[in-house]
């Protein structure tokens, strides 16, 4: 099956930091430019990351630059998102979507910085 | 960076109805632009690329267009499963931006 499921949510203290993981199978992950989406809630999607097949290129929103990073495995079809020194407003679920256009998004892991 | 408006914020309507939604982007994207359906809980849906071509699966009365800054999706003869929020992206260059929504409710 075709799928991205991630991982690695919870609550941690504002300054902490969190690694989320996305795990994909049934598609040929090592040829797909792959992304970090999040959604805080009630309110709109908002990318975060992405990273180019090979690595190569890595973007980054402004809102988290110097405190995200993102990174995969292709050889474990595996994304990765670094997250330090979290702030309350990072809150969200975070997606990992696949492609150019985002054409396939996991289930979401939520993340809740809260003292 | 590449702000995304969508109009309207929300929009009533009924089954049948053929609706339009319009995101407006800030500076040229050519035919970067995608939508996306998402549900309540539930991930977002890939329904168009690329302005106007149709996601393998999603149902043929959506349909996209728009050119340059000006993009538009229209749902001919909505259905109840249709009733969702949906969002436009540019794609066009890095930081990647998304519109604000626009939610279409029962009325």
Redesign the interface.
Known sequence: EVQLVESGGGLVKPGGSLRLSCAASGFKFSTYRM?W?RQAPGK????VS?ISSGSYHI????SVKDRFTISRDNAKNALYLQMNSLRAEDTAVY?CTRG?????????TLVTVSS | DIQMTQSPSSLSASVGDRVTLTCQASQYISNYLNWYQQKPGKAPRLLIYAVSDLEAGVPSRFSGSGSGTHFTLTISGLQPEDFATYYCQQSEIFPRSFGQGTKLEIK
């Open positions: 992304s989406v709109g999607l908002e990318w992405s973007h980054q929103a402004d997606y150019d256009y985002d054409d396939l998004w996991g289930q979401g």
